[in-house]
């Protein structure tokens, strides 16, 4: 960072808290409301300091600019939250587990399509393998396939990797852990690397949400949680009937349990909180 940079060289006026939040809305949907200046600000500032650029208005005009594309993704990273678990939010998984696959198998299905749209670092996907794996390991031949996408190229790097610290895997239980996990030793930390009869199950590929999708499906269950959380009502309407058509009859859709399709126009069969079937 340039010594010289002082806090008004930092400071963020309303017309460029606009400029940035309407270029990010119009990339990935994320609707940056005016509570979340001080967000803005500071991730700028970071952002500020860690490249050559004098204040926040040259920053800007770079990272909105067509050569500032890379800088402008990473501003997006800084921005958006990543925020994921092995098993989170466990009753859905529960779900699939009792309810939902048994149904599916004994109607003698044998290929499963499963999307997690919005994957961030590899958790939910690799949770989806292991449940799947634990539900459909009796049926031999069953064709399981789980496509995990995500908007930020270097979230999925990591999902990819599949590298895990040893606190982020206490969710798994021991066997679990060793069926799934081999452990191993980087730079003097514990970590738990995903065994290839996880990895196998699963593609890992770079999405926007809001763009168009090079697939039609039909998926049986499509996982979008904790991401439509940052879009506004229009958005998220347009979203969920967007995976309404992806999903094949009797299909499944769960999103996060913090967010609602109280308000959207949808044609849904409600099953629990979060929890969606399409008819
Ligand atoms: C909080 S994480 C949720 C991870 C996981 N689904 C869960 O519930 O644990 C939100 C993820 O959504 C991704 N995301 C945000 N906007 C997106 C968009 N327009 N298209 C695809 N992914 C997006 C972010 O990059 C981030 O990795």
């Given at each position: 960072m340039s010594p010289f940079i002082t806090?008004?060289?930092?400071?963020?006026?309303?017309e460029q808290f606009i400029q940035v939040s309407n270029a990010i809305y119009n990339h990935?949907?994320?609707?940056?409301?005016?509570?979340?200046?001080?967000?803005?600000?500071?991730?700028?500032?970071?952002?500020?300091?860690?490249?050559?650029?004098?204040?926040?208005?040259?920053?800007?005009?770079?990272?909105?600019?067509?050569?500032?594309?890379?800088?402008f993704h990473s501003l997006v990273d800084s921005i958006s939250t990543n925020l994921t678990s092995f098993f989170r939010e466990k009753v859905h998984f529960d779900y699939l587990k009792n309810n939902f696959l048994p149904q599916l198998l004994s109607s003698g299905k044998n290929s499963i399509?499963?999307?997690?749209?919005?994957?961030?670092?590899?958790?939910?996907?690799y949770t989806l393998a292991?449940?799947?794996?634990?539900?459909c390991g009796d049926y031999s031949g069953c064709d399981?396939?789980?496509?995990?996408?995500?908007?930020?190229?270097?979230?999925?790097?990591?999902?990819?990797?599949?590298?895990y610290e040893k606190k982020k895997v206490a969710p798994l239980n021991p066997q679990q852990r060793q069926q799934y996990l081999v452990p191993n030793v980087i730079e003097g930390h514990k970590v738990y690397q995903v065994k290839n009869n996880l990895r196998n199950l699963i593609r890992f590929n770079y999405l926007?949400?809001?763009e168009q999708w090079p697939f039609r499906g039909p998926f049986d269950v499509i996982f979008c949680r904790n991401v439509m959380i940052y879009f506004d009502k229009p958005t998220q309407e347009k979203l969920i009937n967007r995976f309404y058509d992806c999903l094949a009859p009797g299909g499944l859709l769960c999103i996060?349990?913090?967010?609602?399709?109280?308000?959207?126009?949808?044609?849904y069969r409600y099953v629990l909180p979060a929890t969606y079937l399409k008819p």
């Open positions: 806090e008004s060289d930092l400071s963020l006026t309303e990935c949907g994320i609707n940056l409301h005016d509570g979340k200046k001080t967000l803005v600000r500071a991730r700028l500032a970071k952002r500020l300091r860690q490249s050559d650029f004098s204040n926040v208005s040259e920053y800007i005009d770079f990272a909105l600019s067509a050569e500032g594309n890379k800088e399509r499963v999307w997690s749209a919005g994957c961030s670092s590899g958790e939910e996907p292991i449940t799947l794996l634990e539900t399981i396939k789980i496509l995990a996408t995500d908007v930020s190229r270097e979230i999925l790097d990591r999902a990819r990797h599949g590298t926007n949400l809001m996060g349990h913090s967010e609602s399709l109280t308000g959207i126009n949808h044609k």
